[in-house]
């Protein structure tokens, strides 16, 4: 079933949206109405690509309920930033990611290309144009983050965030920021807990992770290089992770750096690899980029 909450005079109210047979299809549906709700420009897409299939008055509901979503954003107000922070708060207070919405991103992208004849079943492994590694194909473009690969960063943001929630909780250190910031304040490790929360946030939007500013560039980076060993292998026994469809792409970490996925600039990759820095870093670490649209001032931490 797809629930809504909605806010009336007498308090919070839960409604039913609709039945579906397949488990998979609500997962997803909510996942990228909650998106939409946190101001995500692809969500509603998603939302109408979920429910083009679906039989006419479950896909009538589905489209109702988003379009409601666009107009109250539309309005702004208050009632948009509530919806927001609510969509926000249910995002993260869920312990596990939906696997669902990580399935929104590529395993392959054959199927498509009149060039080289692939199938999506031989993933290009057979094509003489793609070539073995399945990227020679200018005109079948590239596969990034597969699903797993979201997955295991998501996991890997998520415990970053812990650990570092547990040094400022419980004045034990973790080593979960680089080491050129283990001097700071507690305050600033908590803003830097939530940079981490933030990045994963991005996944579960369906979305690759969007550094905001200094601090989560940084955060993106160290992030990166935590993957690998034993802690990002037990991952790989979650039965989330494993339900989640299968790429010859999801280990290739290599390739995600050199396309760029985990590229920071000069000034991030310093504090990635300096010594303790023992200065007041708050304005520079998280003052937003220009250009970009910053995250919201008032969404909180975990509680």
């Known amino acids: 079933m797809l629930f809504s909450i909605q806010e009336t005079s007498g308090g919070p109210e839960l409604s ?8 998979e299809e609500p997962r997803l549906i909510a996942a990228a109405l909650n998106a939409a709700l946190q101001g995500e420009a692809d969500a509603l897409a998603k939302v109408h690509q979920c429910a083009a299939s679906l039989p006419g008055p479950l896909r009538k509901a589905i489209i109702e309920r988003a379009e409601g979503i666009e107009e109250s954003l539309q309005g702004g107000g208050e009632p948009a930033e509530t919806a927001r922070k609510a969509a926000r708060a249910l995002t993260e207070s869920l312990g596990r990611p939906n696997p669902a919405m990580l399935s929104l991103f590529n395993t392959t ?3 498509d290309c009149a060039a080289c004849g692939c199938v999506v079943d031989e993933d290009c492994a057979k ?9 020679e194909c200018e005109n079948c473009g590239r596969v990034g983050v597969t699903p797993k690969a979201a997955f295991i960063l998501h996991r890997v943001l998520r415990d970053l965030a812990d650990r570092t929630y547990f040094t400022v909780w419980s004045s034990f250190w973790e080593h979960s920021v680089p080491d050129s910031v283990e001097t700071q304040t507690d305050w600033f490790l908590l803003h830097c807990a939530r940079a981490y929360d933030d990045l994963a946030a991005d996944l579960l939007g369906g979305r690759l992770p969007e550094p905001r500013c200094l601090a989560e560039s940084v955060a993106l980076g160290f992030a990166r290089s935590t993957i690998g060993g034993l802690r990002t292998e037990s991952v790989r026994a979650d039965e989330s992770y494993r339900a989640l469809p299968a790429s010859r792409f999801d280990d290739d970490w290599d390739f995600l750096d050199e396309i760029g996925v985990f590229d920071i600039d000069g000034k991030a990759h310093a504090y990635l690899t300096s010594d303790v820095i023992e200065e ?9 980029y220009p250009n970009i649209k910053p995250r919201e001032k008032n969404r909180g931490f975990r509680g």
């Open 109 to 111: 992208v054959c199927g």
């Open 127 to 135: 094509c003489s144009v793609c070539g073995p590694d399945g990227r």
């Open 280 to 288: 007041d870093l708050w304005d520079e670490w998280f003052k937003p």
């Open 16 to 23: 039913k949206i609709a039945t579906f047979d397949n488990p």
